[in-house]
């Protein structure tokens, strides 16, 4: 998005890397489904039917382990790099919860936070989400005014995102075209199938779009548009020849409510129907090893993959990636007054994106929260100065 609006550089004391959470035992199981789940009246039952991927990793969800790890390498490059901000680290849904973090925050004395979080693209869940819940957090510790709290860009195509995925994907590629000569069929067709979380259609085609600059997407949609253009970008330094597509996972909710497709074993089912004898599968919607990674990919779609006697491989995620963690210190420093960075590089046409987003960017059709880093928000601003609302 070239040209798009960017904040003022500012002094921080504190990066809040922000999550989605996960259980730590089979115990945490129900109460996590039911903080996700939060507001829609799914009885207990009806969870425990959806919680057989984390029962089965001993109700343990990779997420938060990977996000002890991304806090310590972040704190690693800062401290290689001389910049003394500390890395707090806060939940949506299970321990550290958002408002405990914040309410700590405040009382170790910090009056600004500077938010990251561990979702890359423009969507409802992925980003207008977490800005509500540091708004409300706020507002029902009564910190708001006396805590500010921003946030840092989608970084969707920085190169600290993107170029793990180009190293990943090209040894991918590489094993599976090295399996296909092993069978005895070298040159057969190969596809790579780039993997995100499906959304509902109706928050698909809201990514992106605000009351003030209803913009067009490819595909109706900022967040179907980013990850075909990361694709593309990645595909661009593989090999531009290669055959590719964007498939979904994970999908939840109603049966009757449109989500995006296609899912990716009928996507495999299709292409090994048409002559496709290998597969990579590139994890792009994702930062690190999610359980949707581990289940939905690493087993379900794995399986699918045997049964259809495919050649599988899936690259890796970005994860503690030396360039990821540097891209993402990267991108707090765009907003800090001291070891600013003023250059914002994008991979894609579509960014850099906003540093505050569109007056109702990624609508919320629950209803209005309040929420940060937004134009014409109140909520989550201070002055460093007086530690009340400017």
């Known amino acids: 998005m070239s040209g798009a609006p960017t904040a003022a550089p500012a002094e921080y004391d504190a990066i809040l890397l922000a999550s989605f959470?996960?259980?730590?035992?089979?115990?945490?199981?129900?109460?996590?489904?039911?903080?996700?789940?939060?507001g829609r009246g799914i009885p207990d039952e009806r969870l425990e039917e959806v919680s057989h991927h984390y029962r089965a990793n001993g109700g343990i969800s990779p997420i938060n382990a990977q996000n002890r790890a991304l806090k310590a390498a972040l704190e690693a490059e800062l401290a290689a790099r001389g910049i003394a901000l500390p890395v707090l680290w806060g939940n949506r849904n299970w321990d550290p919860y958002i408002p405990a973090v914040l309410q700590d925050a405040y009382d170790a004395?910090?009056?600004?936070?500077?938010?990251?979080?561990?979702?890359?693209?423009?969507?409802?869940?992925?980003?207008?989400?977490?800005?509500?819940?540091?708004?409300?957090?706020?507002?029902?510790?009564?910190?708001?005014?006396?805590?500010?709290?921003?946030?840092?860009?989608?970084?969707?195509?920085?190169?600290?995102?993107?170029?793990?995925?180009?190293?990943?994907?090209?040894a991918?590629?590489?094993?599976?075209?090295?399996?296909?000569?092993?069978?005895?069929?070298?040159?057969?067709?190969?596809?790579?199938?780039?993997?995100?979380?499906?959304?509902p259609t109706r928050d698909a085609e809201a990514s992106g779009r605000s009351e003030e600059q209803p913009r067009?997407?490819?595909?109706?949609?900022?967040?179907?548009?980013?990850?075909?253009?990361?694709?593309e970008a990645v595909m661009a330094k593989v090999d531009p020849a290669q055959e590719w597509s964007l498939v979904y996972q994970s999908r939840s909710g109603a049966p009757h409510v449109p989500w995006l497709e296609p899912d990716i074993n009928d996507a495999l089912r299709e292409l090994a129907a048409a002559g496709t004898k290998g597969v990579v599968v590139v994890p792009l919607g994702f930062v690190s090893d999610h359980m949707e990674v581990l289940w939905d990919l690493d087993t379900e779609a794995r399986e699918t993959s045997a049964e259809l006697e495919l050649v599988?491989?899936?690259?890796?995620?970005?994860?503690?990636?030396?360039?990821?963690?540097?891209?993402?210190?990267?991108?707090?420093?765009?907003?800090t007054v001291a070891n600013n960075i003023a250059d914002r590089p994008a991979m894609t046409a579509l960014g850099p994106w906003y540093d505050v987003c569109r007056p109702g960017c990624c609508a919320n059709f629950r209803g209005n929260k309040p929420v940060i880093a937004e134009v014409g928000s109140t909520v989550g601003l201070v002055s460093a100065a007086t530690g009340t609302r400017p």
């Open 109 to 170: 004395g910090h009056r600004r936070l500077l938010m990251v979080t561990t979702s890359a693209y423009s969507s409802y869940s992925s980003c207008r989400q977490y800005r509500e819940d540091i708004g409300m957090a706020l507002t029902e510790t009564g910190l708001d005014g006396l805590l500010a709290v921003d946030k840092v860009r989608q970084y969707f195509d920085h190169p600290g995102f993107v170029e793990p995925f180009i190293e990943g994907t090209a």
């Open 21 to 38: 959470g996960g259980p730590e035992g089979q115990e945490d199981v129900i109460p996590f489904l039911r903080n996700v789940t939060r």
């Open 216 to 231: 067009e997407f490819a595909e109706n949609s900022a967040y179907v548009a980013q990850h075909l253009a990361v694709a």
């Open 312 to 335: 599988f491989d899936r690259a890796p995620t970005p994860s503690t990636h030396a360039k990821f963690v540097a891209g993402l210190v990267d991108l707090v420093c765009e907003r």
């Open 172 to 199: 991918s590629l590489a094993k599976v075209r090295a399996g296909l000569a092993a069978a005895g069929t070298p040159g057969a067709p190969v596809q790579v199938l780039f993997a995100t979380h499906s959304i």
